[in-house]
C-alpha cells in the first residue's frame, strides 16, 4: 500500500520558507534529492518534512532493484505509478525521499538503497544513527572530522 498524500499549495509555500532552512545529516543546507522523477513529500526535489509528513521523508535514496523488491515485499510498491499522487513509479538509479521506518527496516533485512548524505535530512538522525547512513553513503565528504559515530 502506497502512503502518499497530495500535500496543498499552502504547505509547499510553508515548507520552503527561507527563513526555515532545514539541514542535512552532516550539518549543511539541505541539498535537493531529485528532479527526475520529481521527489519530496512535498514534491519540490528536497527531503523536506513537515507535521504533515506523517511518514518521515527524510531519506534522500538512491534505489536499487533490491530495495524496490524489498519495499514491495513490505507493502510499499514503489515500483507501480500512482498518478493521483504524482508517483511516477521508480526504477534502480533514482532518487527518492523516502520513509526513515522503511529504509531502516530495509537495512535490518539487508536490503537498504545508497543514501546521498547531503540531501538526507537531519530529522532522520532521531531514528537511524549517522554512522548506518554512512555505510551506504554515495557522496561521503573528503573530511569526516567531528563525525565520529559510534554506531
Known amino acids: 500500500m502506497l502512503a502518499l498524500m497530495a500535500p496543498s499549495a499552502s504547505s509547499v509555500r510553508q515548507a520552503v520558507r527561507v527563513d526555515d532552512v532545514e539541514r542535512n545529516v552532516l550539518g549543511g543546507p539541505l541539498q535537493e534529492c531529485g528532479v527526475e522523477p520529481l521527489t519530496g513529500f512535498f514534491r519540490d526535489g528536497c527531503c523536506r518534512t513537515g507535521p504533515e509528513d506523517l511518514g518521515s521523508h527524510t531519506i534522500c535514496a538512491v534505489v536499487t532493484a533490491e530495495f524496490l523488491e524489498h519495499q514491495r515485499s513490505i507493502g510499499n510498491d514503489l515500483s507501480t505509478p500512482a498518478p493521483m499522487y504524482r ?65
Do not use: I, K, M
Open 87 to 151: 508517483f511516477p513509479g521508480l526504477v534502480p538509479g533514482d532518487r527518492w525521499c523516502v520513509t526513515a521506518r522503511n529504509w531502516l527496516r530495509a537495512h535490518q533485512d539487508d536490503a537498504a538503497s545508497h543514501v546521498v548524505l547531503a540531501a538526507t535530512n537531519e530529522r532522520v538522525l532521531e531514528l537511524v544513527p549517522l554512522g548506518v547512513l554512512r555505510r551506504y553513503a554515495v557522496d561521503v565528504p573528503d573530511d569526516l572530522t567531528g563525525f565520529d559515530d559510534p554506531f
